[in-house]
Nanobody
Framework: QVQLIDSGGGMVQAGGSLRLSCLAS????????MGWFRQAPGKEREFVADISANGGDQIYADSVKGRFTISRDNNKNTVYLRMNGLKPEDTAVYYC?????????????????WGQGTQVTVSS
């Protein structure tokens, strides 16, 4: 059974930091790109960051470049999203994602497995 457990959300003031974690249920995920999306109320789910299977390549949305850092520790079956310099517009539910197709990012049309989401709220 495929399961992604994301955690680490919370409420912070603007300029603060959080680190999100995504624990995969199986070591199988080490062969696949993983990443993060977010969805604010009334908005479409949007891409945030992607990391390749071995961690060598990362992709970021323009809105978070320079502030967010994605990383992974395959020994722990875990992907992280370090968020610095948080802004109110970063407020959203953040969802961990794992690509369904080997060698493809989470932005590929092949679709993803999804975590349950963790709420990030940034106050002004």
């Amino acid at each position: 059974q495929v399961q992604l457990i994301d955690s680490g959300g919370g409420m912070v003031q603007a300029g603060g930091s959080l680190r999100l974690s995504c624990l995969a249920s199986s070591r199988t995920f080490r062969f696949y790109s993983m990443g993060w999306f977010r969805q604010a109320p009334g908005k479409e789910r949007e891409f945030v960051a992607d990391i390749s299977a071995n961690g060598g390549d990362q992709i970021y949305a323009d809105s978070v470049k320079g502030r967010f850092t994605i990383s992974r520790d395959n020994n722990k079956n875990t992907v992280y999203l370090r968020m610095n310099g948080l802004k109110p517009e970063d407020t959203a539910v953040y969802y961990c994602a794992a690509a369904r197709q080997m060698g493809q990012p989470v932005t590929s049309p092949g679709g993803n497995y999804w975590g349950q989401g963790t709420q990030v709220t940034v106050s002004s």
